[in-house]
């Protein structure tokens, strides 16, 4: 199992902090030197060990000036300045087999069905114009997997998810690639992710990177 490998790291397995009944928390002891580190450094074992394994946020023990930049590493929420470091993961991540860990079949749909918007998909039931257009709200998302949208919302809340993360972390790659792979206007870019007017675009850039899309498009 996944744990096995982890023996001698740090950290105790801990209850969701936020009460997500589908996740852990691995919470560093106390006393741990260079806690920014140990957390990096147990989340690229995560990584080697089960691959994308669906960190949902890390607590970092101390103020981060360059948040941006943890944001980057880890490619989840970060909350720096809090009581103590602990990554948030699902808990079935624990006692998987190595390089065997499965994903929550109903966030990976949900993250499917909006990946393929984003790339022109036709998704069924999304009557939505998106690209292009607005984006889908839960309820549209809900009914074109037949699922209710209370229980999709309950499901996800169980993943320690929330519609809207998922839906941020799509735009989010989707963005990169088309402002470091394309030379789309930003406008067109804009209408892509489903965003109302291409200055939604800029504060996501800055709020994602902490730079603009022309800064994120200089540095491909």
């Known amino acids: 199992m996944i744990a096995d490998e982890l023996t001698g790291a740090p950290f105790d397995v801990v209850d969701d902090p936020e ?10 002891r106390s006393g ?3 806690p920014g580190r140990a957390l990096l450094d147990l989340h690229r074992r995560l990584r080697h060990l089960a691959g994308d394994y669906g960190v949902r946020s890390v607590d970092l023990p101390f103020p981060a000036a360059d948040l941006h930049s943890w944001v980057e590493r880890f490619g989840a929420r970060v909350r720096p300045g809090r009581p103590v470091g602990l990554l948030r993961l699902p808990a079935g991540v624990l006692s998987a087999p190595v390089g065997h860990v499965e994903r929550s079949a109903l966030a990976w749909r949900v993250r499917t069905v909006l990946s393929e918007r984003l790339t022109g998909g036709t998704g069924p039931g999304l009557r939505t114009g998106w690209p292009g257009g607005p984006a889908p709200t839960l309820g549209e ?6 699922v209710h949208p209370r229980t999709l919302q309950r499901a996800l809340g169980d993943e320690g998810l929330t519609f809207a993360e998922i839906l941020d972390c799509v735009r989010r790659e989707r963005a990169r690639e088309l402002l470091t792979g394309t030379d789309l206007p930003f406008t067109s870019i804009s209408a892509r992710l489903g965003f109302a007017e291409p200055a939604v675009l800029t504060r996501c850039a800055r709020r994602w990177w902490g730079r603009t899309p022309s800064r994120v498009r200089s540095t491909r």
């Open 141 to 146: 998302l809900a009914r074109s997997i037949a």
């Open 32 to 34: 741990v030197r260079e």
């Open 19 to 28: 009460g997500s009944r589908q996740v852990v928390g691995l919470r560093l």
